[in-house]
């Protein structure tokens, strides 16, 4: 069973930086696609970044051309740098495998809080 642990969030003002982390454990990181999810206040977890076995990406379009997804299959870790923040990326971020039908393949870890406040 893979255990995911999000870290590097935090309070941050609008137009600031951050760098989330996600270390996964138990299996073969390297043989799954990964990808970032955020959950607002009252909204549905939504996919934010994913990044593919062979590193190709995917953006959803509210963060197009600010956020950067990476990986490290080495240390079994997925990144995600963000810029240009903005008060509506304000969420818990958790990070997952994406399924080809958009499910995710293991339990959800307790995400990381994101605030953008000035």
């Known amino acids: 069973q893979v255990q995911l642990v999000e870290s590097g969030g935090g309070l941050v003002q609008p137009g600031g930086s951050l760098r989330l982390s996600c270390a996964a454990s138990?299996?073969?990181?390297?043989?799954?696609?990964m990808g970032w999810y955020r959950q607002a206040p009252g909204k549905q977890r939504e996919s934010v970044a994913t990044?593919?076995?062979?590193?190709?990406?995917n953006y959803a379009d509210s963060v197009k051309g600010r956020f950067t997804i990476s990986r490290d299959n080495a240390k079994n870790t997925v990144y995600l740098q963000m810029d240009s923040l903005k008060p509506e990326d304000t969420a818990i971020y958790y990070c997952?495998?994406?399924?080809?039908?958009?499910?995710?393949?293991?339990?959800w870890g307790q995400g990381t809080q994101v605030t953008v406040s000035s």
């Open positions: 997952n495998a994406p399924t080809r039908r958009g499910n995710t393949y293991f339990a």
């Open positions: 138990g299996r073969i990181f390297s043989i799954y696609d």
């Open positions: 990044i593919t076995v062979g590193t190709s990406t």
